[in-house]
C-alpha cells in the first residue's frame, strides 16, 4: 500500500530565510510524486512533481524538490521565502497501474516579516 | 479558458436535506474525482470516475452519491444519511493515460450544515 507523511503540521519562517517541508512516501512500485499548494477557501495547485525522468524537479514560484530513493523522501524547498507563499503545501503520492492520488495530511507554511 | 468549475462557493443546508454539488469541466478529461477536506485531515477521496456511465467508491463513500452521465460533469450528492457533512469539498479532473499526469483542481465548495 502506498502513503504518503508530513513531518510538520506548521512551519514558520521569516521572510528571505530558507524554506524545507518534508514528505516521506511509502511505496511498492516506483512512485510518481507531487507537491500542490492551497491558498485559503481555494482549491490545490500544481507546484511540481516526479516522474523518474531527473532526481531534482523544478516548479513554479522558485520550489523545488529531489527525489532520494534511498531515503523514500521528496521534501520540498525554496532558497528564499516570500511573503506571499504563505498556504498549506500538500505532498501526493500515486504508482502504476493506479489513477488514484494519495494525499498527506499537508503543511501549513507561515512567513513573516 | 480551459478548467474546472464547481457551484456554489458556500453552501448552506438544514439536517436532515440532500444537496447537489455541482463539478464541470472543459479540459476533455477522462478521470473525475471528488475530495473531502477537513482541517487536520488532508484530502480524503469519496469518489472517482474514469469514464462516462462507470465510477467507484473512494475511501469515504458512505453517505455520498455521484452520477457520471456526460464526460465534462460528475456532481455530488450529499445526502441525509452523511452524519457530519460540514467540510470543503473539491473536485478535479485528470487526463488519462498514466499515473504520471497530475490531477487539476477545482476552486471548491465549501458546505454547512446549520
Known amino acids: 500500500a502506498q502513503s504518503v507523511t508530513q513531518l510538520g503540521s506548521h512551519v514558520s519562517v521569516s521572510e528571505g530565510a530558507l524554506v524545507l517541508l518534508r514528505c516521506n512516501y511509502s511505496s511498492s512500485v516506483p512512485p510518481y510524486l507531487f507537491w500542490y499548494v492551497q491558498y485559503p477557501n481555494q482549491g490545490l495547485q500544481l507546484l511540481l512533481k516526479y516522474t523518474s525522468a531527473a532526481t531534482l524537479v523544478k516548479g513554479i514560484n522558485g520550489f523545488e524538490a529531489e527525489f532520494k530513493k534511498s531515503e523514500t523522501s521528496f521534501h520540498l524547498t525554496k532558497p528564499s521565502a516570500h511573503m506571499s507563499d504563505a498556504a498549506e503545501y500538500f505532498c501526493a503520492v500515486s504508482g502504476k497501474n493506479t489513477d488514484k492520488l494519495i494525499f498527506g495530511t499537508g503543511t501549513r507554511l507561515q512567513v513573516f516579516p | 479558458d480551459g478548467g474546472i468549475t464547481q457551484s456554489p462557493k458556500y453552501l448552506f443546508r438544514k439536517e436532515g436535506q440532500n444537496v447537489t454539488l455541482s463539478c464541470e469541466q472543459n479540459?476533455?478529461?477522462?478521470?473525475m474525482y471528488w475530495y473531502r477536506q477537513d482541517p487536520g485531515q488532508g484530502l480524503r477521496l469519496i469518489y472517482y470516475?474514469?469514464?462516462?456511465?462507470?465510477?467507484q467508491k473512494g475511501d469515504i463513500a458512505e453517505g455520498y452519491s455521484v452520477s457520471r452521465e456526460k464526460k465534462e460533469s460528475f456532481p455530488l450528492t450529499v445526502t441525509s444519511a452523511q452524519k457530519n457533512p460540514t467540510a470543503f469539498y473539491l473536485c478535479?479532473?485528470?487526463?488519462?493515460?498514466?499515473?504520471?499526469?497530475?490531477?487539476?483542481f477545482g476552486p471548491g465548495t465549501r458546505l454547512t450544515v446549520l
Open positions: 479540459l476533455n478529461h477522462d478521470a
Open positions: 470516475s474514469q469514464i462516462v456511465n462507470d465510477f
Open positions: 478535479a479532473s485528470r487526463l488519462a493515460g498514466g499515473p504520471h499526469n497530475e490531477q487539476f
